[in-house]
């Protein structure tokens, strides 16, 4: 029970930061920001005008956000390596290249499941990659 | 994963047939490269991915072009395996079950078509999830609450069509659908229920056809394409209240069952209650060598040892009531005055009002989340599940009995015993899940293994399932075995002639067409 409490803690403190930081007010009803993703960028999905950062929001978000599955996981693991929790957060992730979000993406890694082209279109992933990758290639 | 062609097809006619679909689609959504294959292979399959190969998949992004591609798909005789987002997650994601069969994968078509609040229903698109439409009606402030499942990452209508539950009042997800539109499997299209007249104000708010009734001829099956459908949604309510106890033994579901069944057929309680044994708290935990760090299942002491670290009962009951608080106080007092009579336990309370922030890891409260899927964590590796799901009479005698049957066996097997049981009305759905590292290859065949006694045995009793994976799809169907399986049979005669040439998801819940029929694996197992 301590670790769900400890994870929980974790999250809901990733939650707080993203308000506080952002100066944005909680969407209504508190909701974290995971259950509200940005939307999906109008337009031709296989030529997206959308920012990397938005994309990574809409595509990646219900898990990836905070309270996300994929976070809890990945702050339980960066954790053991000795990382502040934060870094469950993939958008905190300062080590990420392009093409390894891309491989990831397509190829799964260990729980993550791979992603179809229907999924995220790869103009959506190029974006999203190099947003992730903050331009490392 | 290489191409495998669909039966009785060459390459040639395969990539004619690919060029016919492009014409339609569009060249980048047919998905036919090693990586698309890949991508729609089922991630959790017991046993290698390429048992269930898909030769790729194709993309329409509306009616029209779904409909042009069935056309496409009777002219080559390529079978098509139809998914809605394809995160049917241990029961086949979006593999087919027959392979080299095409997927057509209808996640583009993802529009919210239509959300009335005043009448408490929406139209979705087959590639609307739970966090798509969550997110809808909150930006419009629609007031509205939806029934979510475990995984909310898959598509509403999917989720629905297969038979997957929630656990609010609208809990049994397949009953609240309402009209319906379908390409049939000549590419026709039709509607269902009041909608099968143009314009009637009344599609999605009437449950039958004037006639015979359609919308369930449409679920778990291969009869047609659903392209979008009507779906009641709760309204929101004021409050609601959670009671919450632990109980201790694993025998005490009997009596638990005895005290929340009469109260579900009376109304007291609406939502469908689930009840988890204690690893399903336990998963979110950490992983398994945190708790047990040998092989085979977890002896009896040491599960006893972790209940009491955590203060923990063997099952966890959590019954949420709904609505006025004047009106779920007053249900709370009949709920507790029912548990009293069999325990001293005393029931937590939780409240919820309308403007508080919400338990997003409790799917009672309509809030979607994928957190469910931490339980892939547990074994380690490359986790996955499956779940044996049959349903029984929600009495105890009933529980009890399944729940002794498939522990013991589940133990036998030397694995871990993790169930719950979903009050759904007079019956509750029993979900064994079975966790494995897919890299363990005696591992999956123990389980695949365990997985056939499973359902000979239950069978056996009395009992079915009501879902499964796609390698245990024909043992299933053949578990319903009344007048020589005559409803399967049944089923496929109206296959056949719906469905000449059977193109439409060969194999789905054991209905095969004529055409693919040799490809059933019946009498045998895995």
């Not at chain 2, 632990?246 to 109304?267: A, H, M, Y």
């Amino acid at each position: 029970m301590k670790r769900l409490s400890v994870i929980v803690l974790v999250v809901t403190a990733f939650a707080q930061n993203v308000f506080a930081e952002e100066g944005a007010a909680p969407p209504p009803m508190m909701m974290p920001t995971y259950q509200m993703r940005a939307p999906l960028p109008e337009g031709d999905r296989l030529e997206t005008t959308g920012s990397g950062e938005e994309l990574f929001s809409n595509r990646c978000g219900s898990c990836h956000l905070p309270f996300g599955m994929g976070t809890n996981v990945l702050t339980v693991q960066r954790l053991a390596l000795g990382e502040p929790p934060e870094m469950g957060l993939l958008t905190n992730r300062e080590d990420l290249g392009a093409a390894y979000v891309k491989a990831v993406v397509r190829n799964g890694k260990v729980g993550m499941p791979r992603l179809n082209r229907v999924e995220v279109t790869d103009s959506e992933l190029e974006r999203i990659a190099d947003f992730l990758g903050r331009g490392k290639p | 994963m290489k191409r495998v062609l669909p039966p009785n097809l060459t390459d040639r006619e395969f990539d004619l047939a690919l060029k016919a679909f492009a014409k339609v689609v569009g060249e980048d959504w047919v998905l036919a490269s090693d990586q698309d294959r890949s991508t729609y292979a089922d991630i959790y399959a017991p046993g290698p991915e390429d048992q269930w190969p898909p030769s790729g998949a194709i993309a329409p992004g509306s009616v029209a072009e779904v409909q042009e591609v069935v056309r496409i798909a009777n002219r080559f005789k390529t079978p098509l395996w139809t998914v809605s987002r394809g995160k049917n997650l241990g029961y086949g994601a979006a593999a087919p079950r027959l392979p080299g069969a095409l997927v057509l994968d209808l996640g583009r078509m993802n529009k919210v078509q239509h959300v009335d609040t005043e009448l408490g229903y929406c139209v979705v698109e087959p590639g609307v999830s739970f966090f798509d439409l969550y997110e809808h009606l909150e930006r419009m402030n629609a007031n509205l609450m939806m029934s979510v499942p475990g995984n909310a990452w898959g598509s509403v209508m999917g989720n629905a069509l297969d038979h997957g539950v929630g656990y609010t009042p609208y809990g049994l997800n397949a009953r609240h659908i309402c009209g319906m539109e379908v390409v049939m499997p000549d590419g026709g299209l039709m509607r269902t229920g009041m909608g099968a007249m143009e314009g009637n104000h009344s599609a999605h708010l009437f449950p039958f056809n004037y006639g015979p009734s359609w919308d369930q001829m449409f679920s778990q099956s291969n009869l047609g394409v659903v392209t979008s459908m009507g779906l009641w949604l709760m309204p929101q309510p004021e409050t609601s209240l959670l009671l919450s106890m632990s109980v201790p033994n694993e025998e005490d579901i009997g009596w638990v069952i005895d005290t929340l069944t009469p109260l579900k057929i009376q109304g007291v309680i609406e939502q469908s209650i689930f009840v988890p044994s204690w690893l399903g708290k336990v998963v979110l935990m950490g992983t398994r060598k945190d708790f047990w760090d040998k092989p085979g299942r977890m002896p009896d002491w040491r599960v006893q040892e972790i209940l009491k670290q955590n203060k923990l009962g063997f099952w966890t009951v959590g019954v949420r009531l709904y609505g006025d608080e004047a009106v779920v106080r007053a249900k709370a007092d009949v709920v507790k005055r029912a548990f009293k009579r069999s325990t001293d336990i005393p029931m937590e309370e939780s409240w919820w009002r309308q403007g508080e922030p919400v338990d997003v890891m409790d799917p009672s409260n309509g809030v979607p989340s994928a957190v469910a899927l931490q339980m892939g964590d547990w074994v380690g590796g490359r986790s996955a599940h499956l779940g044996f799901s049959p349903v029984v009479p929600a009495t105890s005698k009933h529980v009890l009995g399944q729940m002794r049957r498939s522990k013991k066996l589940i133990e036998d097997y030397d694995l871990d015993f993790y169930a719950s049981f979903t009050i759904g009305g007079r019956f509750c759905n029993n979900i064994n899940m079975l966790m494995y590292d897919r890299d363990d290859a005696d591992g999956v065949r123990k389980v695949k293994a365990l997985f056939d006694e499973l359902i000979d045995v239950t069978r056996k009793a009395g009992y079915g399932e009501y879902r499964t994976h796609l390698n245990w799809m024909d043992p299933v169907a053949e578990t319903f075995d009344f007048n020589d399986n005559a409803m399967t049979r049944y089923t496929e005669v109206i296959k056949d002639a719906l469905d000449p040439n059977g193109i439409l998801s060969p194999g789905k819940m054991g209905v095969w067409p004529a055409a693919y029929r040799e490809h059933a694996q019946r009498g045998k197992h895995s």
